[in-house]
């Protein structure tokens, strides 16, 4: 059984940085799983922030956070990082991680109900 675990979330000033983990156990290899983070601000739906596919690491970014966040690969920790700069107020949310096991690429990854796998979620709350 896939289990995700975030990291990383807190409270930073408009402008700060914060960089998530989303660590995998249950005898997974990360390399083989594509990893999606989504987020969910109060009131609002989850959304696709970013992802990183299996194999070769394809990224792929939701437009308001291109150049701003970067998603990335430690297959040695088996954990996918997600790199949070020049944070704005409305980028506070719940932010989660998701996996699933190889299968579909692309921007299909930008579909929540691609992913078999969820992390409890972590909160970030960025101060204006």
């Known amino acids: 059984q896939v289990q995700l675990v975030e990291s990383g979330g807190g409270l930073v000033q408009a402008g700060g940085s914060l960089r998530l983990s989303c660590a995998a156990s249950g005898g997974t290899f990360i390399s083989a799983f594509s990893v999606g983070w989504f987020r969910q601000a109060p009131d609002k739906e989850r959304e696709f922030v970013a992802a990183?596919?299996?194999?070769?690491?394809?990224?792929y970014y939701k437009d308001i956070v291109k150049g701003r966040f970067t998603i990335s690969r430690d297959n040695a920790k088996n954990t996918v990082y997600l790199q949070m700069n020049s944070l704005k107020a409305e980028d506070t949310a719940v932010y989660y991680c998701?996996?699933?096991?190889?299968?579909?690429?692309?921007?299909?990854?930008?579909?929540?109900?691609?992913?078999?796998?969820w992390g409890q979620g972590t909160q970030v709350t960025v101060s204006s």
């Open positions: 998701a996996a699933r096991k190889e299968g579909r690429t692309g921007w299909a990854l930008a579909l929540s109900g691609q992913y078999d796998y």
């Open positions: 990183i596919s299996w194999g070769p690491g394809n990224t």
